[in-house]
């Protein structure tokens, strides 16, 4: 099976010789040679520059192959870091509606959604996603961190997650249940419900002590418009829940997304000190001023905007008007130079029949550089994670973690999308097309 998986002898030999030589001091030199090498970080590009690997991590750039170094030849694609992906839900697999939502949740045995999220992943993986950004697993426990711990041991091949575990809602907040089951019923929660600022605290408490590396919570709901035309929602939770959240995860050092659509939950997300407003289609000036003054981050999950919104409107034209405002709003955030982390809410939509690169395209046609949407899915996305030496460059100690592209996505952005090459910490995911 092992052979029949790996096509190209010299790239199994690669792959292999990172498995065979854990009692070794050192595993042997790999060196990738590039067509062209981006650098996301300066936003310069080098010509048939050769990415020197060691034991996973980057250990140097050069223009030579080393003496006795296995040879990865990449020489005629352009070469950049790692896709990440800042929003995503591998338990999930599409949910334009309620419908899908609930076949999933309440027909599928969470083993099946384990393994549905595996294949998930690696679908993301090979898309050249090598690091996600996993935030909330709707109702899946804590399988999310199962599913890190067994990408890490190199039980299954996946990208590299940093997991939110259950999210965070109020009582009444947050699905399934309501008044469209019969209430005698205790329906599943997608979610963590917690009530107060003491509960919500030991609700933080609980997620870390099972392994959340961030904190999810859904700031607003049930979106409408005023009559002055202005779309606002209901908050979640009073200032002082969300105000002990943040308050708990930060002493934790864990960071905490806000699921957050109108300026109802962005004023109450920001006040609490939240890290990244999620979604954000609905962005005022006020708002947009406040998050690049308290350096918050955007990841504004277009792609998923594109999918649900159809569907959505159908019962509730809400969405349709919620969708036209994301435009304006992702320009008045890039204009207030926002720092925006590309996150697509991949799982919302299906995994194996949109790929979450197209998230790249939306950015630049609503305003970005090439450069600076390359920049969003590779270093602002480390730079929220907090692991900006580490992940979404190509430097000296960073992961070697890399993706080739026949295309230039400088001048065609939607190269992205047709990625010939993608290796993770060195390990040949999919073997460079010429
Ligand atoms: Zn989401």
Not at 184 to 192: A, S, Y
Request: hydrophobic share 40%.
């Amino acid at each position: 099976m092992r052979i029949m998986a790996c096509v190209a002898m010299l790239l199994c030999g690669v792959a292999f010789g990172q498995q065979q030589s854990p009692g070794q001091q050192q595993s042997p030199l790999i060196a990738v040679k590039t067509g062209r090498l981006l650098d996301p970080v300066a936003q310069k590009v080098r010509e048939r520059a050769v990415v020197i690997i060691q034991d996973g991590r980057i250990k140097s750039v050069g223009d030579a192959v080393p003496a006795g170094a296995q040879v990865v030849d990449a020489s005629g694609l352009t070469v950049s870091p790692g896709f990440i992906d800042c929003h995503t839900h591998v338990l999930l697999q599409g949910d334009p509606t309620d419908v899908e939502y609930d076949e999933q949740i309440l027909k599928e045995s969470l083993p099946y959604r384990a393994l549905r999220a595996t294949r998930a992943m690696r679908i993301a993986l090979e898309h050249g996603f090598t690091t996600l950004r996993d935030i909330g697993n709707e109702g899946a426990g804590f399988a999310d961190v199962d599913l890190k711990k067994a990408v890490a041991a190199g039980v299954i091949v996946g990208p590299r997650l940093f997991v939110a575990t259950k999210a965070l809602a109020p009582t009444g907040a947050y699905g399934l249940g309501g008044t469209t089951y019969n209430w005698q019923l205790e329906m599943p929660k997608g979610v963590q419900l917690c009530d107060g600022a003491d509960g919500c605290r030991k609700a933080v408490r609980d997620q870390i002590s099972h392994g959340a590396d961030w904190i999810k919570v859904y700031a607003d709901r049930g979106y409408f418009k005023r009559p002055d035309g202005q779309i606002r929602s209901l908050p979640n939770f009073t200032q002082e829940e969300l105000n002990a959240i943040v308050d708990q995860a930060h002493r934790t050092n864990r960071k905490v997304a806000a699921h957050s659509i109108t300026p109802t939950g962005h004023a109450i997300a920001l006040a609490a000190g939240v890290d990244s407003i999620e979604h954000g289609q609905v962005l005022d000036d006020a708002t947009v001023k406040q998050m690049a003054q308290k350096k918050v981050f955007l990841s504004p999950t277009m792609l998923v905007m594109g999918y649900v919104d159809a569907p959505r409107s159908k019962t509730n034209p809400i969405w349709a008007a919620i969708a036209k405002s994301a435009d304006e709003s992702f320009k008045r955030a890039l204009a207030a130079g926002v720092s925006i982390a590309l996150g697509t809410d991949a799982g919302g939509f299906p995994w194996d029949q949109i790929n979450e690169a197209k998230e790249f395209k939306l950015y630049v046609d609503r305003g970005m550089s090439t450069w600076q949407a390359l920049r969003s899915g590779t270093v602002v996305a480390a730079s929220l994670l907090g692991k900006e030496s580490e992940l979404g460059t190509v430097a000296p100690g960073a992961h070697a973690d890399l993706v080739g592209m026949k295309d230039d996505p400088l001048k065609d952005i939607t190269a992205t999308e047709r990625v010939s090459f993608v290796m993770k910490e060195g390990v040949v995911i999919v073997p460079p097309a010429h």
